[in-house]
């Protein structure tokens, strides 16, 4: 059974937004010193993110994000599960988990100084699960904003997620309406993107890169190792009460 539909963007209750968590991840860790900054790019983690690949780069926020609370699995991020209690009074980790692949980017407007923006053109082959019908999107486009390390190699992050085929995005909506939203960002800075292979088995890189980095850092257990694996726990609408954990 399908939810009504929102129309308003859904940001977990108490969750620190994405931009927000960028920026502690980037200035309190000093990784994301721009070329311009005090800091520069010559040492710690802003020259990692130089030389890294796009899940790396991704990852980098991880050790400082603050997260009121995490899905601690892929499948509790979807957007059928519901949290309640403990302050997330009744919110969800995603509002759209959809299968697709990037067609193209551009460079994004980034929201500080020290990071950058990749905006990528997502076209949605299949609606997995999400808050509302919205298989409206299935054989159209959306945008996909990206927010990473300022010392990082755009280009290079870009072209690999160009590279990447059939991906699983879960989502959440930014920006103004219209209704279906035309703009997204990947939940909890990128950690829920899946490499779909031709077989339908799904890998976790940016999840796979954090708990690489440091295995105490938040990352989502991979308990959807399938499409279909995850499909059918999609079909199951599920609670979790914070208060109890």
Do not use: K
Not at 105 to 124: C, K, M, N, R, Y
Request: charged share 20%; proline share 7%; aromatic share 6%.
């Amino acid at each position: 059974m399908r939810r009504t539909v929102r129309r308003t963007r859904l940001v977990p209750h108490g969750l620190v937004p994405q931009v927000l968590v960028l920026l502690a991840g980037g200035l309190l860790a000093g990784c994301a010193a721009g070329p311009g900054s005090a800091g520069g790019c010559g040492s710690g983690a802003g020259a990692r993110a130089g030389d890294a690949g796009f899940a790396e780069v991704l990852a980098l926020p991880a050790p400082t994000a603050d997260y009121a609370w995490y899905p601690g699995t892929v499948t509790a991020a979807l957007p059928s599960v519901t949290y309640t209690g403990d302050g997330a009074g009744d919110s969800r980790a995603s509002e759209l988990a959809a299968v697709g692949r990037f067609t193209g980017w551009a460079p994004g407007d980034p929201a500080h100084p020290s990071l950058q923006e990749i905006d990528l053109t997502f076209e949605v082959d299949e609606v997995v699960d999400s808050l509302g019908d919205l298989t409206v999107l299935e054989g159209g486009t959306v945008t996909v904003h990206v927010s990473i390390d300022g010392c990082a190699d755009v280009d290079r992050v870009a072209e690999e997620l160009l590279g990447l085929d059939d991906l699983v995005l879960f989502l959440n909506h930014v920006g103004p309406e219209p209704w279906p939203p035309p703009e997204w960002v990947i939940v909890f800075d990128g950690a829920f993107l899946g490499d779909v292979h031709g077989d339908g088995a799904i890998t976790w890189p940016v999840a796979e890169a954090i708990a690489a980095n440091n295995a105490a850092d938040h990352h989502p257990e991979a308990d959807a190792g399938t499409l279909d694996g995850l499909r059918a726990a999609a079909a199951e609408e599920r609670t979790v009460d914070l208060s109890t954990h």
